[in-house]
């Protein structure tokens, strides 16, 4: 109305419905996907039947009006789009196994786009992209590109890999699905726990890629923990089970001291040290009635426990106020569930903070000498630190170079070589 | 769909086992096929005489090369296969998980490539 003309009535209808495309784009692009994988029997053609579906759309609804049940809309167009297609190619050439029989027999059922089927179809998406039959990194490309939607240029940026390298990694990871007739379900029940192993596997693995990039220069690479985050709590609402409450937990734990992580020249900052008013505490809160929840009812493990470890770090006021009894004893029972070297470390510098640093430099040294973690910098920056609090300044000097000879971090190197010269001094 | 499952495992461990722990796994191995058969999944299966007795041929520019085998020197060697009829991979999966030798070595899945003109037996 800026210059005083009123807007043509077709502009805004036009406009309005294009809005609406948008919309439903940005909401339900990702579910309608997960419907038409399984009525198409095909990831390549799905994504094929998304895009004319989204185009048709884009077309029709100005012109027609918006639809009353858009995503109901969209599938079926999508749906008929590839079967055109499908018999189109077929006179070129001849069809994939069984493909014509299946688009038949799904025909014209409304149960194929309900609200329960479109909660299954997510899992069978989210499940099927996990499948241990393909590579880790298959894995979580397939995850990333499927479920999340992002382009394989964003997933090969996040990944520090180039282009054609991962998009080659999603073109095999169809192609095995497809030829070794993974099929496109929910796990049954005994094979559920195995299964959502491998999906959790998957989301943290992505979330820890974006906590602390694995070489360069910043430490967090925050889209991928977001994305991680996001499909964490979309499985934790299809499927409450209690390790999945757990690594939702965890994550939100580790992600709400995000901006007190670092400072603003990139320098890292010990969770000691932290300025705890700048942790979230939406996520804490959050993250806390997950652990809750979790612990509370029975078949949690390691996620849950890790996840209450950073409960009990969360709801401390201060470091000095961090309950360390309980974290040593909650580790006990992780080394139980989970038992790794790893898992020791941190135990060991939890039973520091409890009794402390020669009782935590004899658990170190003790892992150590078994050859154990001897590539891993954090080891040896944990033995470091202790052997400098004891006066052991000759022994703090090579455990801090060793560590600073395994890390490729930016951040981590800088904090390394902080030490070694406040050593000298 | 059709699968071969191919069942490997590293002999002289096996031979280690023993002749009572050797026999039980082949009947348990006989079991599974009568079970795949009281499913219709059951095609063909048998365990393989050991890696010396391989023999090796080859046919290279109309000359016939045969040597003494196994095909290459691996960790764990070919021990046996079962052929058999699965609903899907997932399926097929499932089924070389009740395999004895995968308790002790490698089940390898794979889908058959199915093709025309074979023999109808």
């Known amino acids: ?425 | 769909m059709k699968f071969m499952l191919l069942v490997h495992h590293n002999e002289a461990a096996f031979d280690k086992l023993g002749e009572t722990t050797q026999r039980e796994m082949l009947a348990e191995s006989v079991e599974l096929t009568h079970r795949l058969h009281a499913h219709g999944q059951y095609l063909s299966a048998s365990p393989l005489q050991p890696s010396s007795t391989a023999t090796i041929v080859r046919v290279r520019d109309g000359k016939n090369l045969v040597t003494d085998g196994p095909f290459i020197e691996t960790r764990e060697q070919i021990a046996g296969y079962f052929l058999i009829e699965a609903k899907d991979g997932d399926d097929a999966i499932a089924i070389a998980t009740r395999v004895p030798g995968a308790r002790i070595g490698t089940v390898e899945v794979r889908p058959l490539r199915e093709i025309p003109g074979l023999p109808n037996v």
Not at chain 1, 167 to 187: F, G, M, T
Not at chain 1, 364 to 376: E, F, Q, V
């Open chain 1, 1 to 425: 109305m800026l210059d005083g003309k009123p807007r043509a009535g077709v502009e805004t209808v036009v406009e309005h419905a294009r809005d609406r495309v948008d919309t439903v784009y940005r909401s339900d692009s990702r579910n309608i996907f997960a419907t038409l994988v399984r009525l198409l029997g095909d990831f390549d053609l799905a994504e094929e039947a998304l895009h004319e579906a989204f185009t048709a759309a884009l077309e029709q609804w100005p012109r027609d009006g918006v639809p009353a049940n858009p995503r109901a809309w969209l599938i079926s167009t999508g749906r008929f789009k590839a079967i055109d297609a499908i018999r189109r190619r077929a006179r070129l050439q001849p069809l994939p196994d069984d493909i014509d029989e299946r688009l038949v027999a799904d025909g014209d059922d409304p149960a194929a786009w309900d609200e329960g089927s479109v909660k299954d179809d997510r899992l069978r998406l989210i499940f099927t992209c996990c499948h241990p039959a393909l590579s880790p990194d298959a894995q979580v490309a397939l995850t990333l590109r499927e479920v999340c939607g992002l382009t394989t240029e964003e997933i090969a940026r996040a990944f520090l890999t180039a282009g054609p390298t991962l998009a080659q990694r999603i073109v095999r990871a169809k192609a095995k699905i497809r030829n070794a007739r993974i099929p496109y379900e929910i796990p049954s029940a005994t094979e559920l726990p195995d299964r959502l192993d491998a999906v959790l596997r998957v989301i943290y693995l992505v979330f820890n890629e974006g906590y602390s990039a694995s070489s360069g220069g910043s430490l967090t690479r925050s889209n991928l923990s977001g994305e991680a985050i996001r499909v964490e709590r979309l499985l934790v609402d299809l499927l409450p089970e209690p390790e999945a409450l757990g690594l939702l937990a965890l994550m939100l734990l580790h992600d709400s001291r995000r901006a007190a992580r670092t400072s603003p020249s990139g320098a890292l900052i010990l969770l000691d040290d932290q300025d705890r008013s700048l942790w979230n505490r939406d996520y804490i809160t959050e993250g806390l009635a997950l652990v809750e929840r979790a612990l509370s009812s029975r078949g949690f493990g390691a996620y849950t426990l890790q996840a209450a470890i950073a409960a009990v770090h969360a709801a401390a006021p201060s470091a000095a106020a961090t309950d360390w009894a309980q974290i040593v004893a909650l580790y006990d029972l992780l080394a139980r569930a989970e038992p790794s070297p790893v898992v020791e470390l941190n135990r060991a510098v939890a039973v520091t903070m409890r009794d402390g640093p020669a009782a935590g430099l004899n658990l170190i040294d003790a892992i150590l000498s078994r050859g154990d973690l001897d590539n891993y910098h954090l080891a040896h920056a944990a033995r470091a630190d202790l052997c400098r609090r004891l006066g052991r300044t000759a022994e703090a000097r090579a455990s801090y170079e060793r560590a600073l000879s395994l890390t490729q971090q930016e951040p981590e190197r800088r904090f390394l070589e902080r030490r070694l010269e406040e050593l000298k001094k």
